[in-house]
């Protein structure tokens, strides 16, 4: 059974960095694109990027609000996949999914994590 | 970037009646050398992570009732709930994966009337 479960959440103050975790089992992680999204509260989804399959060379995307600021990596060895936040914002304020895409190199989402909560404040 | 916009914002519909929801991008999801749009549809109950429903516009995923269907191509899609169950009470998002950034429509609110 895929699992993706999330931990690493928490109160934090502006300019802190933060890691979170997406700890994975029931497949192996280098071989799916790892995807990571967020939801500010009350508010819609946005896609903070990806890494993608070994197959496509575990290269990296992310979006232009987060850009120079994240970095998602990928453990193996761990089945873990990495969200290193720096620089934190306020708005940076939401849950954090992480996702599995449906097939290997697909970018749509087949599996969830029930998220973290990130609260950017002072 | 793609933008997405859905419409309705919010939308009411009495059991056992279609909703429809829209979805349209800034410019074509549909990538000619495989006539496949990158188009796919999420469902978000209350406190849960999002729930894929369909991908490629039109493919309903594994164990999604068969009255959840989408339609569409280039840059106008519908998600079409032909029958409204009290459990589809949900915020529907669409989602273009064409190209990266990846983006969402704003949302849509489903309720019962």
């Known amino acids: 059974e895929v699992q993706v479960v999330e931990s690493g959440g928490g109160l934090v103050q502006p300019g802190r960095p933060l890691r979170l975790s997406c700890t994975t089992s029931?497949?192996?992680?280098?071989?799916?694109?790892m995807n990571w999204y967020r939801q500010a509260p009350g508010k819609g989804l946005e896609w903070v990027g990806f890494?993608?399959?070994?197959?496509?060379?575990?290269?990296?995307e992310y979006a232009a609000s987060v850009k120079g600021r994240v970095s998602i990596l990928r453990d193996e060895s761990k089945s873990i996949a990495y969200l290193q936040m720096n620089s934190l914002k306020i708005e940076d304020t939401g849950v954090y999914y992480c996702?599995?895409?449906?097939?290997?190199?697909?970018?749509?989402?087949?599996?969830w994590g029930q998220g973290t909560l990130v609260t950017v404040s002072s | 970037d793609i933008v997405m916009t859905q419409s309705p914002d919010s939308l009411a519909v009495s059991l056992g009646e279609r909703a429809t929801i829209n979805c349209k991008s800034s410019?074509?999801?549909?990538?000619?050398?495989?006539?496949?749009?990158?188009l796919a549809w999420y469902q978000q109950k209350p406190g849960q992570p999002p729930k894929l429903l369909i991908y490629?516009?039109?493919t309903r995923e594994s164990g999604v009732p068969d009255r959840f269907s989408g339609s569409g191509s280039g840059t106008d899609f519908t998600l079409t709930i032909s029958s409204l169950q009290a459990e589809d009470v949900a915020v529907y998002y669409c989602?273009?994966?064409?190209?990266?950034?990846?983006?969402f429509g704003q949302g849509t609110r489903l309720e019962i009337k």
């Open positions: 996702a599995r895409s449906l097939t290997t190199s697909s970018w749509y989402v087949g599996y």
């Open positions: 029931g497949f192996t992680i280098g071989d799916y694109v």
């Open positions: 890494i993608r399959n070994k197959a496509h060379g575990a290269t990296t």
């Open positions: 410019q074509s999801v549909l990538y000619t050398s495989n006539n496949n749009n990158y």
């Open positions: 490629w516009a039109s």
């Open positions: 989602q273009q994966y064409y190209n990266a950034p990846i983006t």
